[in-house]
């Protein structure tokens, strides 16, 4: 498998990556795609949304859903207590905010470093993660946000 | 080129602006006021997007625009009467002309064949026997802005003799080798300095035409025989990007935002201020700059309003060629379309009003056979209205025709299985019918209703923007469709409720009227749709919380309040809220913008308190209520509380 075209999952590629922590596990965006990183405040639940959108939350104006990555990946082990927080990502031409426990690192990928995630891994998650990096000791998941686009333009779960 | 092309919207925009100014010269003399000004207006208009098209090298454009320009010249030297028929040529090429620019613009190519149609027409005319000399060399008004008195300030004007005819350029081979030339009027025979111009004076140039007009009289003749003309030079304008001014109206909502945080903090904390003095002193500052935002506002309001003339005046085309179709003779008035409204909104009403003139001369005008034997002219009439109306814009769309054919639309419906056949419908109920999605009147499939819309799209596009469509019919006399729609699309008056813990706006426009429940009022039916007894009849209740998902079906309906609203349909509803707390002018914000429309909310804005607040779609919430079938949504926790993320972790 041509693991450059996994990483491109990401749609952007700058070789470098913001990792975060949900619960005990790491995943990361790639770094061009996140806008900023804010802390927690309390959403407006929007009726009929999967579980996984938190609701909405004003961005100096703009009006972001937040999507609670907890949820989406089925993350099962306690919520911290306000300890959150948004990081604002371009997906496509919109915005949406991914709810995590706390933001860890910016790290330098390359392409040797990525692998495939094993086709043992199936289910609704599976497109969500593009590859996995191993890194010092850690696994940290590739976070597929055209993956998360085309969840959110689905109906609602 | 970079120069060039960063213009060309600007060119097209002014083609835009002249292609609407040449329509309403044109109808004007259609209505009979031929005076000079106004053909001079329609020449005018023709020569600027010539000359504009000129610089862009669109010379297909030009070469149209200088035959309709020199027929144009006849009509302004006095050489043609605006007799009806040959009005009919020059719309007939105003549509020409416009869809030569859309062409250029990158629209649909323009029909070859019609567009040189219609130039052998306009080529004939001046042919055509010569007319009397009108008044033409009597008045010195008349004297066009590009006759030689007709510079602008800071210009002589010098006027060269030469051997031959060098004003039109073509006479000049050599001159054609080393330069781009596009032709001047021949007949026209004075300076082309107006071509000369580099395109980016074009806007300028345009600008500064009409003030040089009116000073004409003072140079070129007997003041006496002139009328007094008022120098009245037009406004001054620029060209804005509309991106920037929508910044600007973003900004202002913040502002309003901002200002209302600023009253809840003050409101929370007046008591607690010492000294009374200081209070009120704080207050009266506070008061002042809630209205000085409030006036903001509405000047950014007017900035983004736009008179509906572009709109009306593109209607005179589509009944135009409609009425060649439907071989039906119509007139079209418009009136008030200097009512201005919301540039979003503007955009946005083409469609619906063409297919609703459309439909006017399809099935409201008769055939000519038939209005003569009525006793009404032959010509049909519909008259195309605007007026501000209490906060709101109303259009009306008035035929003379027949009226809606009740029995017939009635017969249509139940063939449709729209009703069925024992329903027992009001007038109104049957005239609204022609709404209902699925019908239409049209037996026969013709060029007209062949398009594949229907009056149910229309009445959905109207309902987009916030409005309401009815009707009134009157058999032998006519119809009329009456829009009424919000002035803006981007502020309204919210009622705030709270509902299941939720705050929540309601548009303050459906809400008939608002009550505190009382329990003897309340009358449940089987299925858990309780009804309630207002002034004697009996209206479904819907809690909103629970329409929503945000909370399950309560029974306690004690210290709960109740929202009459009306849907567009004129039935009534209650909304069973929490709490009211309060009204006020909200910014609307559309979710989907960055996440998807979802059923239910219509938009969503930003409180003084930073919270966002959902807009309640009403008619949606009643339609979900309504429809068991439909309501999956609202079955779903809309919560992703611990539960349910709990519950999605098995």
Redesign the interface.
């Given at each position: 498998m041509n693991t450059e075209r996994e990483y491109d999952g990401n749609s952007r590629n700058s070789g470098k990556v913001i990792s975060f922590a949900v619960g005990e596990q790491e995943y990361c965006v790639d770094i061009l795609s996140v806008r900023e990183i804010r802390g927690w405040?309390?959403?407006?639940?929007?009726?009929?949304?999967?579980?996984?959108?938190?609701?909405?939350?004003?961005l100096?104006?703009?009006?972001?859903?937040v999507i609670?990555i907890?949820?989406l990946l089925?993350i099962?082990s306690e919520?911290p207590v306000s300890r959150e927080v948004v990081m604002v990502v371009d997906i496509g031409d919109?915005?949406?905010g991914l709810l995590v426990d706390k933001v860890s690192d910016i790290i330098d990928v390359d392409p040797a470093m990525v692998q495939d995630v094993p086709s043992s891994v199936t289910g609704d998650t599976s497109g969500i993660i593009s590859g996995l990096i191993a890194l010092d000791g850690r696994m940290i998941g590739i976070l597929n946000l055209d993956s998360v686009a085309e969840q959110?333009?689905e109906e609602?779960v | 080129m970079d120069d060039l092309d960063s213009i060309r919207p600007i060119f097209f925009e002014e083609c835009a602006e002249q292609l609407t100014e040449l329509e309403r010269a044109l109808a004007r003399l259609e209505n009979g006021e031929a005076d000079h000004d106004t053909v001079n207006a329609a020449f005018r208009a023709v020569h600027s997007i010539k000359g504009g098209a000129g610089s862009f090298g669109m010379t297909e454009l030009v070469r149209f625009a200088h035959i309709f320009e020199t027929a144009l010249d006849l009509l302004r030297s006095g050489k043609i009467t605006p007799a009806p028929s040959v009005l009919q040529i020059f719309l007939h090429a105003t549509d020409v002309l416009s869809d030569l620019t859309a062409a250029e613009q990158g629209g649909p190519a323009a029909d070859p064949q019609r567009t040189e149609e219609c130039g052998k027409m306009l080529e004939a005319l001046s042919a055509m026997p010569e007319a009397e000399p009108a008044q033409k060399s009597e008045d010195p008004a008349e004297a066009t802005p590009e006759a030689d008195d007709g510079v602008p300030d800071g210009f002589m004007p010098v006027r060269f003799e030469f051997e031959e005819d060098l004003s039109d350029p073509q006479n000049i081979p050599e001159l054609s080798e080393g330069f781009e030339i596009f032709s001047d009027s021949p007949a026209s025979g004075n300076m082309p300095h107006a071509e000369a111009e580099p395109p980016a004076e074009m806007a300028k140039s345009v600008r500064s035409e009409s003030p040089c007009e009116t000073k004409t009289p003072v140079l070129s003749g007997p003041v006496s025989k002139a009328p007094v003309v008022p120098v009245t030079a037009p406004p001054a304008s620029i060209r804005v990007d509309v991106a920037r001014i929508d910044r600007v109206m973003d900004l202002v909502g913040e502002l309003v935002i901002g200002q209302s945080a600023l009253r809840e903090a003050f409101d929370k904390n007046a008591l607690s201020i010492p000294g009374e003095s200081d209070s009120s002193t704080l207050s009266d500052a506070m008061n002042a700059i809630g209205q000085l935002t409030r006036d903001i506002q509405d000047a950014v309001m007017a900035v983004r309003a736009q008179p509906l003339r572009t709109v009306f005046q593109r209607m005179q085309r589509v009944v135009r060629e409609t009425s060649l179709i439907a071989k039906k003779r119509v007139h079209l008035i418009t009136e008030g379309e200097d009512t201005e409204v919301d540039r979003t909104l503007i955009e946005r009403l083409t469609d619906p009003l063409t297919h609703m003139l459309r439909n006017a001369i399809d099935h409201g005008i008769e055939p000519e056979e038939k209005r003569i034997a009525a006793g009404k002219p032959a010509e049909g009439t519909i008259t195309l209205s605007a007026a501000h109306r209490s906060g709101r814009i109303v259009i009306t769309i008035k035929d003379d025709g027949g009226g809606i054919n009740r029995e017939r639309v009635r017969a249509i419906a139940e063939k449709k299985g729209i009703i069925s056949p024992d329903a027992n419908l009001s007038d109104a109920d049957v005239d609204n019918l022609i709404f209902a999605p699925g019908f239409s009147t049209s037996e026969t499939v013709t060029d007209l209703s062949g398009r594949g819309v229907g009056m149910d799209v229309v009445k959905q596009a109207i309902q987009d923007l916030g409005g309401r469509v009815s009707i009134q019919s009157e058999a032998g006399k006519g119809s009329d469709f009456i829009l009424s729609l919000p002035l803006t699309l981007a502020v309204m008056d919210g009622m705030l409720v709270t509902a299941a813990g939720q705050v929540l706006i309601l548009p303050v426009s459906c809400i008939v009227e608002t009550m505190m429940i009382d329990r003897k009022n309340i009358f449940p039916v089987a299925d858990d749709m309780p009804l309630m007894c207002v002034r004697g009849s009996f209206i479904p209740m819907i809690e909103i919380g629970s329409a929503l998902g945000f909370s399950s079906v309560s029974k306690n309906w004690s210290d709960k309040v109740v929202l009459i609203v009306e849907d567009d349909d004129g039935r009534t509803t209650a909304l069973v809220a929490d709490s009211i707390d309060g009204q006020m002018q909200i910014v609307i914000k559309a979710i989907e913008t960055n996440y998807r429309p979802i059923a239910g909310v219509s938009a969503a804005t930003i409180l003084g308190s930073g919270q966002v607040a959902l807009i309640l779609d009403v008619p949606a919430v009643i339609a979900g209520a309504g429809k068991p079938a439909d309501i999956s949504w609202v079955k779903q926790t809309g919560i992703p509380s611990e539960m349910a993320a709990a519950e999605s972790m098995i």
């Open positions: 405040t309390e959403a407006t639940p929007l009726p009929g949304t999967p579980p996984w959108v938190r609701g909405v939350i004003n100096r104006g703009i009006i972001l859903p609670d907890r949820v089925r099962g919520r919109k915005v949406s959110i333009m609602a | -």
